[in-house]
């Protein structure tokens, strides 16, 4: 896509967006006299505190200077959901938006309580982008902590790696296994940089563990891993693992971590020994 094509997409983009926007969803009286439907350019630039020439250039596709500080307050006087703020960065300046987050616990969906449940051999993992636990199966369970029994503010995936011996006893590659999340909690820490429980948080694990350091200064960033895990289980003995970590798609930012049995192994046979005697002990 060249400027003028970018532009054009721009410019058709901001006007159905205006147009979709009722003045009382705004907050602002309808009048008896409006020939289009929506919001008017004057008034989406009130909204935004720009002023309405320039607001109007920005509708018309012309070349002209922006902002990341204007186009947010464009997008919200549009009312704009995360995707479409996404969108409208990439149109106007070439790059992505800064990423927004909302400080509150998510919640897992029924439809993703149904897939950690459907997932009964894989130990699945679902961690927020804090990489807090906050959702499991019964494999997972089995294979690394009964998660139930932690305290909630320790129920942390690198927390636990770094803070519990079984968990680095469980890991033959131990190394590749904290890199490979120390790498998808270094995106997070790079997309949130406004949100000081990051800096709050690397700093009382350093106090807790002086290896995590060692691992934190290689600066090793990666969104998605892939790991090949080997496990020599304290019950059951070697198992080995495919670590794939999907983002769950929506505003909520979590990731579902899913290890795969390899296959041509007893891994398998192995998950649904421990998982009975799991179930036992409960």
């Known amino acids: 896509m060249n400027t003028k094509e970018r532009l054009q997409a721009l410019s058709e983009f901001l006007k159905v967006h205006r147009a979709r926007i009722q003045p009382s969803e705004a907050g602002l009286l309808s009048g008896s006299r409006r020939r ?4 008017r350019r004057e008034e989406v630039a009130t909204i935004a505190g720009v002023s309405t020439t320039w607001y109007t250039w920005l509708e018309q596709g012309r070349e002209i200077k922006m902002s ?9 006087a549009l009312q704009l959901n995360e995707d479409e703020r996404q ?15 909302i400080d509150k616990s998510p919640t897992i969906s029924p439809a993703l309580t149904r897939i950690l ?26 294979i690394f902590l009964d998660f139930s029994r932690i305290p909630p503010e320790q129920r942390n995936m690198i927390w636990l790696l770094f803070t519990r011996k079984e968990l680095k006893a469980l890991a033959v590659n131990w190394s ?20 000081n ?6 700093e009382k694990i350093s106090e807790q563990n002086k290896d995590f350091r060692t691992f934190w200064d290689q600066s090793d960033v990666s969104t998605a891993p ?16 495919d670590l794939t970590t999907l983002q769950v798609q929506g505003r909520t930012d979590l990731r579902c971590s899913v290890y795969t049995p390899a296959q041509d192994s007893d891994t398998d046979s192995k998950i649904r ?7 036992e002990a409960n």
């Not at 990341?68 to 307050?73: A, E, G, I, N």
């Not at 429980?197 to 690397?202: A, Q």
């Not at 892939?226 to 693992?241: N, S, T, W, Y």
């Open 176 to 195: 590749d296994f904290v890199k490979g999340f120390l790498a998808m909690f270094r995106s997070y820490y790079g997309q949130y940089v406004a949100d």
């Open 273 to 279: 020994l421990l998982m009975s005697k799991l179930e």
């Open 87 to 101: 969108y409208l960065f990439m149109l106007a300046l070439e790059q992505p938006a800064p990423t927004t987050f």
């Open 36 to 39: 289009t439907p929506g919001l």
């Open 197 to 202: 429980w990051y800096s709050e948080f690397i």
């Open 226 to 241: 892939d790991v090949f895990i080997e496990f020599r289980h304290a019950k059951v003995g070697k198992m080995l693992f």
């Open 68 to 76: 990341v500080q204007v186009l947010d307050r464009i997008a919200m």
């Open 117 to 142: 449940s459907e997932l009964h051999d894989c130990p699945t993992i679902i961690s927020d982008r804090r990489c807090n636990i906050v959702g499991w199966n019964q494999a997972a369970a089995a």
